[in-house]
């Protein structure tokens, strides 16, 4: 969704919602109020959420906002990249190609499998005694 200059869209990942505004400016990242460093201070979640940025050449002209809940660490830097990546399209749809090579386009659909009854998790048993 458009609005002026600022674009929005959703990332998704695992649990967790990111909803990202992307402005045109010098580069600042905020998360939930917080700058980037303060808020994921592994340097894994950094760079996953900043690739779709350094891939396309972007890092210092776009201003972001994003409001992330649910889920842990890795997976909110996930949701992050992924709202990223589709407001970047927004805002310049020619570059598709080259994140949909890189594989940010498509949202990571892997979720924790469900816990079966009669069972100890989702794949585990209880260990089997014959006597």
């Known amino acids: 969704m458009e609005k002026g200059n600022v674009f929005y869209a959703t990332g998704k990942r695992k649990k967790s919602i990111a ?3 992307l402005k045109h400016g010098k580069g600042e990242i905020i998360i939930n109020d917080r700058p ?9 979640s950094k760079m996953n959420l900043t690739q779709p940025l350094v891939l396309t050449n972007n890092m210092e002209s776009f201003d972001i906002k994003i ?3 649910g889920g842990g660490i890795s997976g909110q830097a996930g949701a992050v990249r992924h709202g990223i990546t ?3 399209l927004l805002a310049d749809p ?3 190609a080259v994140l949909k090579k890189a594989g940010f386009v498509t949202r990571d659909s892997r979720i924790k499998e ?3 009854y009669g ?3 989702a794949r585990a048993r209880f260990q089997f005694s014959k006597r």
Request: avoid cysteine.
């Open 19 to 21: 909803r990202t505004w």
């Open 67 to 69: 409001r992330v809940k």
């Open 86 to 88: 589709k407001a970047l």
């Open 119 to 121: 069972q100890k998790g």
């Open 114 to 116: 469900r816990k079966k």
């Open 94 to 96: 020619d570059l598709r």
């Open 36 to 44: 980037l460093d303060e808020y994921f201070t592994i340097d894994s």
